[in-house]
Every structure is written in structure tokens, then in C-alpha cells.
């Protein structure tokens, strides 16, 4: 069964920095796509970034685009998104989810990380 947790979320003040993991059990990064979703208090459910199952393409929401990098360790199973100059609209509760096909799949997942929070406050 695939599993996904994460790690890394936190209270980080505009400007800083943090990298988040999601770590994949059950199945081999090579045939999931894995994407970031986040949800902030009163809107819906974004996408922020996506690794393609290759790990050869990465996509990204235009707000985050220069500042997010997402990144896979296939040794390790995980995947990783650094998030660099981070904004107070950059507060929300992270997802990683695994998509079994391209990134343009990923209303389809049905494979979610626990979620955790990333709060950017001075």
C-alpha cells in the first residue's frame, strides 16, 4: 500500500526558508508523479509544484515560480520542495500526493501525505 509522510513544516518569518519532505513507501518514485498541494484558511485546494515520474520535468503555480524548487532522491524515496523567500500568502497546510501518471493527472490521486502546517509570520 503507498504511503506518503511528510516532514518539515513549521513557523517561519517573510523572507526565510524552509524544505519540506515527503517521504513514499508502498512503490517506487518511478511510476508516480508527485505533487505539492496546498490549502490556505477559506480557499480552495492549489497546486504548487509537481515532479514528473521521470523526475526529468517539474511545473510550478506562477506565485511560486524563482522561489519553490522541487527535487526527488530515488535512493531515498522522497521528494523534496524548497521553499525560499517565503511570504505570509505562503501560509497553509502542505499535501504531498502520488499521482499515477502525468502531473496533468492530478485530480486523479487518491495517495495523500498526512499534511502539515507552514506558517509564515513575523
Known amino acids: 500500500q503507498l504511503q506518503l509522510v511528510e516532514s518539515g513544516g513549521g513557523l517561519v518569518q517573510p523572507g526565510g526558508s524552509l524544505r519540506r519532505s515527503c517521504s513514499v513507501s508502498g512503490a517506487s518514485l518511478d511510476y508516480y508523479a508527485i505533487v505539492w498541494f496546498r490549502q490556505a484558511p477559506g480557499r480552495e485546494r492549489e497546486v504548487v509544484s509537481c515532479?514528473?515520474?521521470?523526475?526529468?520535468?517539474?511545473d510550478y503555480r506562477d506565485s511560486v515560480e524563482g522561489r519553490f524548487t522541487i527535487s526527488r532522491d530515488t535512493a531515498k524515496n522522497t521528494v523534496y520542495q524548497q521553499m525560499n523567500d517565503l511570504e505570509t500568502e505562503d501560509t497553509a497546510v502542505y499535501y504531498c500526493?502520488?499521482?499515477?501518471?502525468?502531473?496533468?493527472?492530478?485530480?486523479?490521486?487518491?495517495?495523500w501525505g498526512q499534511g502539515t502546517q507552514v506558517t509564515v509570520s513575523s
Open positions: 515532479i514528473n515520474s521521470s523526475g526529468d520535468d517539474t
Open positions: 500526493a502520488a499521482v499515477f501518471g502525468p502531473c496533468a493527472d492530478y485530480h486523479t490521486t487518491e495517495n
